[in-house]
């Protein structure tokens, strides 16, 4: 006999050992995708944090402390600085971690509840980032107008409600501005997860 | 649309999942690459899916899919048995010992099977699915006297680890 007829028989008698991945099992392997989006958004948060590192090095220059120092707000500008890197660090870590467990998850119920946590992760990022943004812009701006430069008008006679009212207008605005480009850069990553678990989730049923 | 596609391909797949896994299992030696194989197949089949017409037969269409998978993650990973020589691995592994039982034998040429190269593991796969030489050399875009020569050669080899 044919040696390979003896492999080739054996071969068939070990079909019935083969294991059987029922649809629910193979779906999850279709939406790899899941694992590309959340690792372009760990890149993404890098290269932001790359970027903001770059322009804080850039713009912070001497003249830059000295009117930090006019308004009173040089300790808690460090302070600022050191609180966002550090909360930074730890949401790109959480990125990280997202996207390491959900290139290991091979059950369908795993990846929802892994989805829904990177997505949630991601709107508190954009949430914070929105926050301290806003309380920083309204700080500096309120300062600078307690502390003016000296020769200038000093804080008698400002009509307080109108001031406020600018401020929080520019705050808004620049606020806006930064939601937009946020929509932009992970907006479309979200909406394709919330597609990838909507499709998950029809499955399961 | 896409959710019908993505369902008849989820089905069919499932129905002829024995392929892939047969695949995976000529190529790989442990569980874990096992499943990463079958989902990197899984993966080129669903991408090729929309372009399947269906002017062949879906496990035909998947045999071709697979195999091409396989063939390309084991040379990029150059795991190949770095053009080791057939006659040099049937050495090793015959020089291990004879023994004349028949799982011994299988062992052995399981064993020898799992050295060849990409190619020509691929065409022992499909002789042990019990394809024909024009739907192995169909498959593998090789010309069927190829086939046949090579398999030829592969057969006389194996012959020699078993007898000696």
Redesign the interface.
């Known amino acids: 006999m044919?040696?390979?007829e003896?492999?080739?028989k054996?071969?068939k008698r070990r079909?019935n050992d083969?294991?059987?991945?029922?649809?629910s099992e193979?779906?999850p392997?279709?939406l790899?995708k899941s694992s590309s989006i959340v690792k372009w958004i760990f890149i993404i948060s890098l290269i932001e944090l790359s970027i903001s590192t770059f322009l804080n090095i850039y713009l912070t220059d001497d003249q830059f402390w000295l009117q930090v120092e006019t308004i009173h707000l040089k300790t808690i500008t460090v302070g600022i600085y050191i609180i966002n890197y550090l909360i930074t660090f730890v949401f790109i870590y959480c990125f990280y971690k997202n996207y390491r467990r959900i290139s290991t998850t091979?059950s369908a119920s795993m990846l929802m509840e892994n989805i829904l946590k990177t997505r949630k992760i991601v709107k508190y990022y954009i949430i914070y980032v929105l926050i301290s943004t806003g309380i920083t812009t309204m700080l500096f701006f309120i300062f600078s107008i307690l502390y003016p430069p000296v020769g200038e008008n000093s804080v008698e006679g400002i009509n307080w409600f109108w001031l406020l009212l600018i401020g929080i207008a520019v705050t808004s605005i620049l606020l806006g501005l930064i939601w937009i480009i946020y929509s932009l850069l992970y907006g479309i990553l979200l909406r394709k997860l919330k597609r990838n678990y909507k499709?998950l989730k029809?499955l399961e049923n | 649309m896409k959710k019908e596609l993505e369902h008849t391909f989820v089905e069919l797949l499932e129905k002829n999942q024995n392929i892939v896994h047969k695949v995976c299992r000529i190529y790989t030696n442990d569980q874990d690459s096992h499943n990463d194989l079958f989902q990197e197949i899984t993966i080129q089949l669903w991408k090729a899916y929309p372009k399947f017409r269906g002017d062949s037969k879906f496990s035909t269409w998947m045999y071709r899919v697979a195999l091409n998978t396989a063939i390309t993650i084991y040379r990029k990973a150059k795991r190949a048995p770095k053009t080791q020589d057939f006659d040099s691995v049937l050495f090793k592994i015959s020089s291990t010992g004879y023994d004349d039982t028949e799982e011994q034998q299988l062992k052995l040429m399981y064993a020898a099977v799992k050295e060849l190269n990409d190619i020509d593991k691929a065409l022992v796969f499909l002789y042990l699915e019990d394809k024909d030489y024009r739907e192995i050399s169909e498959t593998l875009g090789i010309s069927e006297v190829n086939a046949r020569v090579k398999m030829n050669r592969i057969k006389k080899k194996l012959r020699t680890i078993l007898n000696p």
Request: hydrophobic letters at 45%.
């Open positions: 044919d040696e390979l003896i492999l080739k054996d071969w079909e083969l294991p059987h991945l029922k649809a193979i779906y392997m279709l790899k091979d499709e029809r």
